[in-house]
């Protein structure tokens, strides 16, 4: 790996949901295994008075190891200072670069800045115009880099995406931009293209001619948890689809590229991303599937709400590597159970009322498993099912790094390659806006489902003429084994 250079991170949303859950918790992580570099520095923004045992509370409550590990804490500790001032007020922007110049100094040298923005997007246009500025974005390469990591939303919508773009484009470098999508850089994700293209008996096979259809599901078994305010002006297709499971899809559609490098891939997923094809307008209603799970209003505090917490879709990809092979993504919240998987259902020529699957497996019980099906031991000819699995659960290699930690260290070594791309973005909004434009006709049906479910028979029926039903748990992956006891 490239070797972490000298860095500042600056934490805009340092006591925020995502820094609570994900970034601080990352920090922590790569203390312990000392993969930060001499000299990094945390800077926290803030306007609450916090401090920096503040920070070390919320990571001691959010990591149930934390609070026994004194030493890491400490040594986290001395790392941190806290900047307080009101990132929504340009004219305080003066304490942060004294801030950033005084760090240098004490260093005895120019630092790389790393900039992490978990801002609401109402502060996005203040915020990135003030950074923008020679005194913040003190980026000249080869002395100081000065990189953004973004979190979405990117826009709320085609034209609002473009502005961001073009905002963000006027003001900083293309290779200074890095949006995060978390998804890209957990580790089974990253094991696709490895997967894909490092295995001849998949080479070969990964298209129309072997592949039946392809299912991406990202189901969870909690609700909006709070989040209503920001949830009801989202909804399932822009929280999820617009940006997660369409970069699943680009890497498990995606050509080959002609190497692993960020540029090379880019431009693949970019490819692969303009090529995918929404249903037309007169099958939207039955080719794509709102729903809302009861309670929710009251939750929301929006007893009209249509905001859908669960959508289903089929979309297709005008490509000929793809041509006829329907692509069905689901994505939910208050469901049966929490699961993240990308499942490829191999065509059987021989027997088409059985195929083989092949089940990548996000989270949790993170693996590869590939159904099979072979003769039963014994006298006759009977089959059974079975499965070949690599999981990572319980193997050596089951303590690899958690996402936010891989972001936190590409995003420091300067490495853009999960990170999304202005093509990317802009295709994703391509592909979702017209259903979400087609959903706000007063007649497009809202379907209902009960917590604890797996959601509206609506999205059953969407996938029934493929004749593989969604998977539930009826199909585990990487699970542990059932203990049977024998008297």
């Keep these: 790996m490239k070797k972490l250079e000298r860095t500042i991170l600056i934490i805009f949303g340092s006591t925020g949901d995502l820094s609570r859950r994900k970034l601080l918790p990352a920090l922590f992580r790569l203390e312990k295994s000392g993969l930060l570099p001499d000299g990094f520095h945390i800077l926290a923004i803030s306007r609450r008075g916090t401090t920096v045992d503040d920070i070390i509370s919320i990571i001691c409550a959010t990591v149930p190891e934390a609070s026994g590990e004194t030493v890491v804490l400490e040594s986290l500790g001395k790392r941190m200072s806290i900047l ?144 209503a305010a920001f949830y009801d002006s989202m909804g399932a297709m822009r929280d999820l689809v617009q940006s997660h499971l369409l970069q699943l899809l680009a890497l498990v559609t995606m050509r080959q590229p002609r190497t692993f490098s960020d540029t090379d891939i880019h431009r693949e997923k970019e490819y692969i991303l303009s090529r995918v094809r929404p249903p037309r307008l007169e099958r939207m209603n039955d080719e794509t599937v709102r729903a809302q799970y009861r309670g929710y209003r009251n939750e929301a505090g929006n007893p009209a709400s249509m905001t859908e917490t669960y959508t289903a879709v089929r979309l297709s990809i005008d490509d000929e590597a793809w041509k006829d092979v329907p692509i069905f993504i689901r994505t939910g919240k208050a469901l049966a159970q929490k699961v993240t998987e990308v499942t490829i259902v191999f065509s059987n020529p021989c027997n088409p009322s059985r195929n083989n699957l092949l089940t990548i497996r996000i989270q949790p019980n993170e693996g590869i498993v590939i159904d099979l099906r072979i003769k039963k031991p014994g006298f006759y000819m009977a089959y059974e099912d079975v499965q070949l699995d690599f999981c990572y659960t319980g193997t050596a290699i089951a303590d690899h790094p958690e996402a936010y930690e891989r972001v936190l260290v590409d995003g420091m070594r300067g490495d853009r390659t999960l990170f999304a791309s202005d093509a990317e973005v802009l295709s994703c909004w391509k592909i979702t806006e017209p259903i979400l434009e087609a959903w706000k006709n007063p007649d497009f049906p809202l379907h209902f489902y009960d917590k604890g479910s797996w959601g509206p028979q609506a999205a059953d029926q969407l996938v029934e003429k493929s004749g593989i039903p969604w998977l539930t748990d009826e199909h585990p992956v990487c699970t542990p084994p059932r203990i049977v006891h024998h008297d």
């Design 84 to 227: 307080d001032m009101d990132i929504g007020k340009p004219q305080q922007y003066g304490r942060l670069s004294e801030a950033l110049s005084d760090l240098e100094k004490e260093a005895g040298n120019a630092m790389n800045h790393l900039f992490y923005l978990a801002i609401p997007a109402t502060l996005f246009e203040t915020v990135t115009g003030r950074m923008g500025e020679p005194d913040i974005n003190r980026h000249e390469p080869g002395i100081r880099e000065c990189r953004f990591l973004i979190e979405k939303p990117f826009g709320f919508s085609l034209d609002s995406a473009r502005q961001l773009i073009d905002s963000l484009g006027a003001r900083f470098d293309q290779s200074q931009i890095y949006r995060i999508d978390h998804y890209l850089a957990k580790e089974t994700a990253q094991n696709i293209l490895a997967f894909r293209f490092e295995n001849p008996l998949f080479c070969g096979t990964w298209n129309r001619e072997h592949i039946s259809h392809i299912m991406i599901t990202a189901i969870e078994s909690i609700g909006i948890e709070g989040r």
